[in-house]
């Protein structure tokens, strides 16, 4: 039988469907004022009354027009839920009372107050009764394609969320829930919409009896360690484990609440995150002109994104790489078309640009997110990493300056700590630049630096290239089983960046919290097994070697003792050194010169004179490399555009 979408029924007209229904209910509208004369007269002698045809036809003119008011003929009937219900209680009541008023007006012989109410009674039942019929009817035909059989799910959450989804894949032509598990005895043995609940120790029996592939995870308000420990729970059995969408992207309207996802390793990371403080976020941006430099990356677009929400007068999209302000420009202005958005394409080395845009714009916020990032390519590439990290946060911030800005945030790193590779040495560079000319009598420009460590899923980062691995079946590359990295949601991270900038009186570093750092060979087990593979023996795990430049562990803090805590929770502040801007700025020049001339000797002695505490390593040798490199291996460094 062919499926519904084939159906006749899908091709007639809106006005035409409205036609339908509302002969349909005028027939059961006579029916119900049938009933409810017969319960009343016990006998069929009201038929013989002229007027009660006329009194009957009446009410019924009555109700349809209520109802078509009401807006009962604006819904679909298949798709029958809590609104749908509300509304034919609405519907009937007023239907009601409007027949009630009539039979007032005219004296009906027949229709009497007792009749009408009776006949209210039977219209709500009548009514609901055929759309529910009329639902689970087209569910069924559709069914019938044996092309498309749904597809058998357990639901792991009993509450709001896992009614909620139930609900809403209820004529879903996919899925077919077939039972609810949860941990709360006061929930097990109950129903929802005829799906009983069961204990979690029943999951193995449940998926023999069903033949279940799939459980989902409806659990959108536990805790991040909750969760850890259901899946973990789960791993051990012969089943994919999926969850909701994100209940942010529901509510923006990204994605539909019948949107199932995999489990992703970034569902389980980090920390429990804290509910930002709308204040700090709106203090930089709410009615002001903003730039973001490096728009298009990882970090640059959160912000973007984040900043969108705050109502800016206007928002400058700062950005070199073409394809990346193009892709960005396009999404926030779909999102968001109230804010005025200018798509600015330029380097953060061009001073005129720069200063150009600036002025243009009137410009009173800048967050420079533009920067390379990726330590073994800045390794590679060290004059190009110094020239847009040093260079670029130096003419972007005087210009900053020069055009009276109020905020400029600079984007730092927690490889600006000890550095021991050229990237982490340029971004500390980049903070020193800041911290020297915050400390100038001539500066009125709030500078201020947010340092933080990796961010899931950002460009180049560790997790997307393990997902890519898994994909194609091969091994996942980690440089050292000890290697471990702090790591933040995007989201998350932008939100901190832009309350922290809201906190600084100007040349202060702000740490944001990281929570508890990981393991990269943790992460690359958690993410074979999500993928429901078996660790060494569906997929290998092997060693690469530390590559240059690259640090075991990482660190937030140069100095401890100079830290205090902010009125945010999850943000500190810290005074660190500084190199009075007379003394930096030669150094600057002469690193600067260095970079044009291609001397990377001289380079390399520069940043230690600069960074008195950059160490640079030594590619280790092939004795700590525990098996032989497959391809390169990430360990969590990330990239942001520049």
Known sequence: MKNLDSFALEKISRNAKKAILGTLDALLFCLSINISLLLHFESFTYLFDPYTYLEVALIICVKLIIFYAIG????????????????AVKATIFSTAAALVVDFLFGFKQLTHAVIITDGSLTFLLVVGSRLAAGRLIFRLNSLNFKNVPERIIIYGAGAGGSSFANALEYNRQYRVVAFVDDDSELQRHMINGIKIYNPKHFQSLIDRYQVRTVLLAMPSVSRQIRRDVIAGLKH???????????????????S??????????DLLGREEISPDPRLLEINI?????????????????????????????????????????????????????????????????????????????VETIYHAAAYKHVPLVEINPEMGIMNNVLGTLVAAQT????????????????????????????????LVLQALANEPATKTRLIMVRFGNVLDSTGS??????????????????????????????????????????????????????????????????IELSGMVPGKDIEICFTGLRPGEKLYEELLIDASNTWVTAHPKIYGSYEDRIPWPKLLPQIDQLLNACY?????????????????????QRPSAAIIAAKPVLSGFSGEHEQNG
């Open 72 to 87: 009962m003929y604006h819904n679909i009937s298949r798709y029958t839920g809590l609104k749908s219900f509300s509304l």
């Open 237 to 255: 059995l012969p089943i994919n484990i999926k969850t909701l969408p994100n209940l942010d992207d529901v509510v923006s309207g990204k994605v």
């Open 257 to 266: 609440i019948s949107e199932i996802r995999d489990v992703d390793i970034t």
């Open 286 to 362: 709410k009615g002001k002109s903003v730039l973001v430099t490096g728009a298009g990356g990882s970090i640059g677009s959160e912000l973007c994104r984040q900043i969108i929400r705050h109502q800016p007068k206007c928002l400058i999209l700062y950005e070199l790489n073409e394809f990346a302000l193009y892709k960005i420009q396009i999404e926030l202005s779909e999102a968001n078309r109230e804010v005025d958005l200018a798509a600015c394409l330029g380097s953060v080395t061009d001073q005129n640009r720069f200063h150009e845009i600036i002025d243009r714009y009137q």
């Open 400 to 431: 900053a300056i020069a055009a009276d800005v109020e905020t400029f945030v600079l984007i730092s790193t927690d490889k600006a700590v000890r550095p021991t590779n050229v990237m982490g040495a340029s971004k500390r560079i980049a903070e």
């Open 462 to 527: 560790v997790i997307p290239r393990f997902r890519q691995q898994i994909a194609h079946g091969k091994a996942l590359t980690v440089t050292h089983p000890d290697i471990t990295r702090y790591f933040m949601s995007i989201p998350e991270a932008a939100r901190l960046v832009i309350q922290a900038g809201s906190l600084g009186q100007g040349g202060e570093v702000f740490l944001l919290d990281m929570g508890e750092p990981i393991k990269i060979y943790d992460l690359a087990i958690q993410m």
């Open 597 to 617: 001339g291609r001397d990377r000797v001289q380079v390399h002695q520069l940043l230690k004179q600069i960074v008195t505490n950059y160490q640079p390593s």
